[in-house]
């Protein structure tokens, strides 16, 4: 069964990877840090609308 956990970083929208807290090496980077808006690239964040 896929473990849904979201991505560690709190302006992120996306899935974390399945061996990593977060879903990728920027939102590795950002960490915890809470931002305006997460620049992971992936089209769940850069969609200005929530779905
Ligand atoms: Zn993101
Ligand atoms: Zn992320």
Redesign the pocket.
Known sequence: MAENK????P????Q?RADSK???P???A?GTTTEIQ?N?G?P??SATTTV
């Open positions: 979201k991505c560690a970083h302006s992120c929208q996306c974390a977060y879903c990728s920027y939102c590795e950002a997460c992971c992936h769940e964040c």
